[in-house]
């Protein structure tokens, strides 16, 4: 006796010939040379579920098979040990195609299983078989769920029921493992690439803070030698300059370290009119060129000096850069504070960033390409991302009242 229960789910019938590529694609073992396969160990869900299989079907055998363009393989089993077998001589690659659960109280009375090596004594006495296609999301049939006895035997339409809904299951704890792997894989390489960042930025320092050292040395032996000039102008010129040079030898030091030790935030008291002060004093020049006008609110909050400053120095310098042609900057830099948490935002009247852009700019290397931008790397804004994130916030980009664009730094419990 055979019953056919159509599958719940379309079937994909196509492209057998590349059968090895979509299992691998789905992260299933296949044949190397000779034919030869390395069965991976079950892991606890998939064997728990066909042990599951086997109570709910009474029969003393179940198998989660895998079948590839020449074998199949189990990836769990009870009640037998797994083995691989050729894809001609396996029982369930005689009818999973099709889509369909197949449930025969004694399959050598069925002409299509009878002389089936697992069937007539040659390898196998199977009587009773039941299996029920693996079907996944996009219609490709990865293999079966089936039951098995020497005897015949019989299924309820409950214990049917109950095997399609186990074969689902397994179909989900698959793509389960594959994306846990996929995971655990990007993981690795995340830390081999943090691993690759420290080991750069070591290598780095020495070169990056020698210049800098020096430049500061030049500069305090003109300062000491200005004293002495009548032109005032000079000693001025030369204090903005140890100014900005002595922020960029801290920046570089704490930036080298925060890369060195995974991100080491250092949270201090911060008042953001003395943070924006010294920000428009390291971008005087092109500030002063584009007659752009910066208002800043003062806020009292606790953050990163290092980080924090080179989050506004990238904003401020963003919203210089991409100011409208003909239309001096007007940039506005505000606080709140509401429960706990604190909002900090970069107000211009710039291009803007379209809607659809505004979470594109913030991944590394993403540029508009818009006409009259200038060039540049596309890291400013990933780098305020991920600033703002290593501190436990976030960036957000919206739309100015008018024309601009409105960067909100989140900070705080309700970030």
Not at 70 to 86: T, W
Not at 321 to 334: D, E, H, L, S
């Amino acid at each position: 006796m055979c019953w056919v229960v159509p599958a719940g789910a379309p079937v994909v019938r196509v492209g057998e010939l590349a059968r090895d590529a979509v299992l691998s694609r789905k992260g299933l073992p296949i044949p190397g040379p000779g034919l030869r396969i390395a069965v991976p160990v079950p892991s606890e869900r998939l064997q728990n579920l066909v042990e599951l299989a086997r109570t709910v079907s009474g029969q003393p055998v179940t198998a989660i098979n895998i079948i590839t363009e020449d074998l199949q393989y189990q990836v769990a089993s009870a009640g037998m040990e797994p083995y691989v077998c050729s894809r001609e001589d396996s029982m369930c690659a005689v009818g999973f195609l099709n889509g369909t659960s197949t449930v025969l109280e004694d399959a050598s009375l069925d002409p299509r299983y009878s002389s089936n090596p697992y069937v007539d004594g040659t390898r196998g006495a199977v009587r009773f078989y039941a299996s029920v296609p693996l079907v996944s999301d996009d219609g490709f049939v990865l293999g079966t769920l089936c039951a098995g006895a020497r005897e015949p035997g019989q299924l309820s339409d409950r214990q049917r029921q109950g095997l399609e809904i186990l074969a689902a299951e397994v179909v989900e704890a698959l793509a389960l493992e594959r994306r846990a792997r996929e995971l655990a894989s990007a993981l690795t390489e995340a830390q081999r690439s943090n691993t690759l960042l420290a080991e750069f930025a070591g290598r780095i320092s020495h070169d990056l803070r020698n210049p800098l050292t020096s430049i500061l040395g030049y500069v305090e032996l003109s300062q000491a030698e200005a004293q002495n000039t009548p032109d005032a102008n000079i000693a001025q010129y030369l204090d903005v300059v140890a100014g900005s040079g002595q922020r960029m030898l801290d920046m570089v030091e704490d930036v080298l370290a925060y890369a060195t030790v995974g991100g080491d935030v250092r949270p201090v008291p911060l008042s953001l009119t003395a943070l924006v002060s010294e920000v428009l004093q390291d971008l005087d020049a092109s500030l002063e060129a584009s007659s752009a006008v910066v208002d800043c609110d003062d806020l009292s909050f606790s953050a990163d000096p290092v980080q924090m400053r080179v989050l506004l120095q990238n904003l401020i310098h963003n919203s210089v850069a991409y100011c409208r042609p003909g239309v001096p900057p007007v940039i506005r830099v505000t606080g709140q504070r509401r429960d706990g948490s604190v909002a900090v935002r970069v107000i211009d009247n710039g291009k803007g960033i379209s809607e659809s852009d505004r979470e594109r700019v913030l991944d590394p290397l993403v540029r508009l390409h818009r006409e009259g931008d200038p060039p540049g790397t596309g890291l400013g804004l990933a780098t305020c991302a991920r600033i703002a994130a290593a501190a436990g916030g976030r960036l957000e980009i919206g739309p100015a009242s008018g024309p601009g664009t409105v960067v909100t730094i989140h900070l705080g419990s309700d970030s």
